[in-house]
T-cell receptor
Framework: AQKITQTQPGMFVQEKEAVTLDCTYD???????LFWYKQPSSGEMIFLIY??????QNATEGRYSLNFQKARKSANLVISASQLGDSAMYFC???????????FGSGTQLTVLP | GAGVSQSPRYKVAKRGQDVALRCDPI?????LFWYQQALGQGPEFLTY????????KSGLPSDRFFAERPEGSVSTLKIQRTQQEDSAVYLC????????????FGPGTRLTVT
């Protein structure tokens, strides 16, 4: 079975600063993918970034980067230059099974302060 | 349409009523997933379709839950004899194929059982 742990229920960051959201995972699959999604108060799940377990380099997408440490089974999300619009719930997820369905963590509520 | 759509967006049901939730995936997407998101939690996998075949229904919480995708496009999640614990947001996601990784989520249907 797969498990995602997000230990930070809430985080605050000052606008324009960087923030790291923690994620650790557990899986017995040798091949897996790690994802981060953003869920604003409107409810839609917005895909941010993906890291494959065999990818050598950490994934980056604009202001988002994934700090992947395979030996530690961690996949932290780094958001640089935070903006007010980044305030939302952030979920880490891992895919598994033949369908590659997602197993999500409990989320981190990020609040960006002006 | 450009994205995944779901209807209705909101549904209030009296306990014991049957409900049907609809998902229109992105055109041409082979894979379709249903997730259940309880308040303050991450989404949890319910079931998976590849075209019209339901390949995994391991996440369905009880035999009151039933999903179908008869023509390999639109999917319906049906809940019979709703209970209060069924109150949640039901999310649908699609992806282009089993080998692709990004799942595109719909806006969800918020079900409230009174």
């Amino acid at each position: 079975a797969q498990k995602i742990t997000q230990t930070q229920p809430g985080m605050f960051v000052q606008e324009k600063e960087a923030v790291t959201l923690d994620c650790t995972y557990d899986t017995s699959d040798p091949s897996y993918g790690l994802f981060w999604y953003k869920q604003p108060s409107s409810g839609e799940m917005i895909f941010l970034i993906y890291q494959g377990s065999y990818d050598q380099q950490n994934a980056t997408e604009g202001r988002y980067s994934l700090n992947f440490q395979k030996a530690r089974k961690s996949a932290n999300l780094v958001i640089s230059a935070s903006q007010l619009g980044d305030s939302a719930m952030y979920f880490c997820a891992i895919d598994s099974g033949s369908a590659r369905q997602l197993t999500f963590g409990s989320g981190t509520q990020l609040t960006v302060l002006p | 349409g450009a994205g995944v759509s779901q209807s209705p967006r909101y549904k209030v049901a009296k306990r014991g009523q049957d409900v049907a939730l609809r998902c229109d995936p992105i055109s041409g997407h082979v894979s379709l997933f249903w997730y259940q998101q309880a308040l303050g939690q991450g989404p949890e996998f319910l079931t998976y379709f590849q075209n019209e075949a339901q390949l995994d229904k391991s996440g369905l919480p009880s035999d009151r839950f039933f999903a179908e995708r008869p023509e390999g496009s639109v999917s319906t999640l049906k809940i019979q004899r709703t209970q209060q614990e069924d109150s949640a947001v039901y999310l649908c996601a699609s992806k282009s194929g089993s080998s692709s990784y990004e799942q595109y989520f719909g806006p969800g249907t918020r079900l409230t059982v009174t």
